[in-house]
Structures are given as structure tokens and as C-alpha cells.
């Protein structure tokens, strides 16, 4: 399994540019793409943080591939879910998404609102971006970081951004612990791993320390791409001086695409290269903390951990909540002053959030979800 990997030191849009169109060429991505009409880029847009602070895909990785894409024709979509509970055109707007977007004519998604699919896989039931399985082709640009609890993220976690609104928060508080909560990740890669036909991985800018948003910034200088996301982080994460053992989700998902270790290929260069001295032990202390307390501690974690839809005196009755609402949890009632959640139906997307005219559902968070989610 091919991995490519570019050393290029900054943005300047030509230079990254050209290494796009030797990737395309490398990975034959002009006959891969000959019969699709639209293509779907998933870049890593984590939440409203500026280019520089490295914790976002740089939108010139993503222009140069756009302009990339266009010459060959291709109608471009690009679409997330940012982390938290901030507006998502907030988030497009700090991270100079919306601008790039409007500038190239590109569909921009949000994916808490464009519409959700339900894959099952493994006895648990997932609710992914609709957009992400009738695009004809995706590419996943994802960011090159280290993570607090998973250690490390590239591209197979970006793929955790096609779970709706807090429900990402939601999975993080049912499986609190590494062990529980790779399952998620894993699972999620099997679904739509088949999908992607090229991962690249933006290590130009990238993270260490407290990632994936609490990091310092630093200069890997490095573009990777491969059409295996599982490969590619693979080697991507040993470089940043991770071992096999710290990067469990990663190996489980190279078994599951079927890819013996000996078989990722790499220029000499960097077959055993490491970066000098990255900062990858600092975890976040609370997440430590539960990670290796007892089961009955993570209960009660689940138990106080807790955030949900509701509504506020603002709510004047237009009814754009039920309407929105994926799963028809949203019930109006004659004479009552508010719509009714059935919490037992509500999978947490916070599409009512965002939809909402008049800023009348908030969202209520317990004294522990205050501290965890932005
Ligand atoms: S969209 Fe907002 S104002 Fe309209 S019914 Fe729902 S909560 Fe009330
Ligand atoms: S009530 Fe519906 S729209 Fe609102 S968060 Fe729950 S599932 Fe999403």
C-alpha cells in the first residue's frame, strides 16, 4: 500500500498546488474519478479556529484540491460537523471555509442539516452524513495531530465529523474509555472506508501536546496521501514517535481492510524517520482520569455527564424544529408554550438548535458537560 509523502514547508497556494496534481497522478485519480459528477471533500473542520492555530484542514490544501478537481470537471461539495455546541457559520467563517466555498462556486454542507443515513454494523447503530453516501466520490483531507485521548488523529478520525451535532459528544460520554470508544471510530471507518478514494493528510501545519484543539502548533513541513486512510496513519503516527501499542485503533483498522504492515510502502526517506522530540504525553487530565478509573466511576461519569435540547421564551410557535427534526422527536402541542422533545427518540444533532428563527432552543448542559463541551 502506497503512501506518498511531499515535504513542503507552508501555504503558498502554487507549490501546494503542484503537489496535489502529483498526488492525483500518482494515485491515477483522473480515471478514478471519469465517472463521477460530484465530489464530496471532507477536510477536518473541528470547530471556529483560525488557519494558524493548526487545528483545522488549511483552506489552501483544500482550494489547491478544488481547483483541482474543477479542471477535471468535477462538481465540488464540501461538508463537516464541527465538535461543540458553537453555530456552524461561525465555524465556516473563522476558518475562512465560507469564503473559500462562495469563491469556487463550491456546495458547501453542514452536516448537522443536510440530512442523516442509519448504518448498522456490530450490533450498534450509527447516524452518519447523508451527503457523504450520494456524492459519486469522496476525499477525506484530513489534519495531522496528536489527540488527548486517542493519542493520535488523521484520517480515520476525521471520519468521526460525519456524526451529527453532540451526538459526537454523546458517543464520547456511553464509551468514556480508549478501549470503548475506538469501537466507534473502527466501526465507523468499516462503514465508509470503501467510499473515499484518496486521503491526504495536512501535515504542513500540524499539532502537538493536547490535541486536537488545545495543542501547540508546529511545522511537520509534510503533505501525505494514500488511498488508505488506515495506512497512512499508520505511518504518519509512527513518525510523530508514537509505538504500535499506543495506536490500537489504527492497526485494527489496517486488519480490517485486509493490509499486512509490510506492505505499506514509503520513499527510503522516511521509512524510519521519526520527528525530533513531539510533545505527545500531556493528556487531558479529566479524560485521564477516567480512562483508568473503575467501571463503576465511568457509570457515574455517564450519569453527570449530561447535555440535551431544550426551549427558551423566545419560541413563538413556527414550528421549524419538528419540521427539521431527522428522527421526529419534535411533537407540538395545542395550548402548550413550547414544541415537546421525546428524549428517548432525540439522537442530539441539534438541527432545532441551528434551525431555530428566534434563538429558542438551547442547549442545557449538566455541571460536568459545562467544562467538556464548548
Ligand atoms: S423553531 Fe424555534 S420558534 Fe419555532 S417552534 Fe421551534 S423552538 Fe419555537
Ligand atoms: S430534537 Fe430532533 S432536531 Fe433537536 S437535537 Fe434532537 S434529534 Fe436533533
Not at 483541482?68 to 455546541?85: A, F, I, N, R, T
Not at 456511553?174 to 501535515?203: A, Q, S
Not at 453527570?304 to 427558551?312: A, E, G, H, R, T
Amino acid at each position: 500500500m502506497k503512501i506518498m509523502i511531499e515535504s513542503q514547508k507552508n501555504y503558498e497556494l502554487p507549490a501546494v498546488k503542484a503537489i496535489i496534481d502529483r498526488i492525483f497522478a500518482e494515485f491515477a485519480l483522473i480515471n478514478k474519478l471519469q465517472e463521477c459528477r460530484t465530489v464530496l471533500l471532507k477536510p477536518n473542520l473541528l470547530g471556529a479556529y483560525a488557519p494558524s492555530r493548526a487545528v483545522t484542514t488549511h483552506p489552501v490544501v483544500i482550494e489547491a484540491v478544488i481547483i483541482k478537481l474543477q479542471e477535471l470537471g468535477k462538481e465540488v461539495w464540501l461538508g463537516d460537523s464541527p465538535g461543540g455546541s458553537l453555530p456552524v457559520s461561525r465555524v465556516w467563517q473563522v476558518t475562512g471555509i465560507d469564503e473559500l466555498c462562495s469563491r469556487y462556486g463550491v456546495r458547501l454542507l453542514n452536516f448537522n442539516t443536510a440530512g442523516i443515513s442509519e448504518h448498522k454494523l456490530h450490533g450498534e447503530s450509527y447516524q452518519l452524513a447523508e451527503s457523504f453516501f450520494t456524492a459519486d466520490a469522496v476525499i477525506s483531507l484530513a489534519k495531522y495531530k496528536t489527540h488527548s485521548l486517542m493519542n493520535y488523529t488523521g484520517c480515520i478520525k476525521n471520519l468521526y465529523g460525519l456524526v451529527p451535532g453532540l451526538k459526537k459528544s454523546d458517543y464520547h460520554s456511553r464509551y468514556p474509555t480508549y478501549n470503548d470508544f475506538k469501537r466507534v471510530i473502527t466501526d465507523i471507518y468499516e462503514i465508509c472506508c470503501r467510499r473515499i478514494v484518496l486521503h491526504i493528510l495536512d501535515g504542513i501545519d500540524g499539532m502537538e501536546g493536547e490535541g486536537p484543539s488545545a495543542g501547540i502548533p508546529r511545522n511537520y513541513g509534510i503533505l501525505l496521501a494514500s488511498v488508505s486512510g488506515a495506512a497512512l496513519d499508520v505511518q504518519a503516527a509512527g513518525m510523530l514517535g508514537f509505538k504500535r501499542e499506543q495506536l490500537a485503533y489504527l492497526y485494527e483498522c489496517l486488519n480490517m481492510e485486509q493490509i499486512p504492515e509490510q506492505e505499506i510502502s514509503v520513499d527510503t526517506r522516511w521509512q524510519k524517520y521519526v520527528f525530533p522530540n513531539v510533545k505527545i504525553r500531556k493528556v487531558n487530565q479529566i479524560v485521564k482520569m477516567i480512562q483508568h478509573s473503575p467501571r463503576f466511576m465511568q457509570d457515574i461519569f455517564r450519569s453527570i455527564y449530561k447535555f440535551y435540547p431544550d426551549f427558551n421564551d423566545n419560541c413563538r410557535l413556527c414550528g421549524v424544529c419538528k419540521e427539521s427534526c431527522p428522527v421526529q422527536a419534535i411533537t407540538m402541542t395545542e395550548g402548550a408554550k413550547t414544541p415537546v422533545i421525546d428524549y428517548a427518540k432525540c439522537i442530539k444533532c441539534m438541527c432545532c438548535h441551528e434551525l431555530c428563527p428566534y434563538q429558542a432552543v438551547y442547549i442545557h448542559k449538566s455541571f460536568l458537560a459545562r467544562f467538556l463541551v464548548k
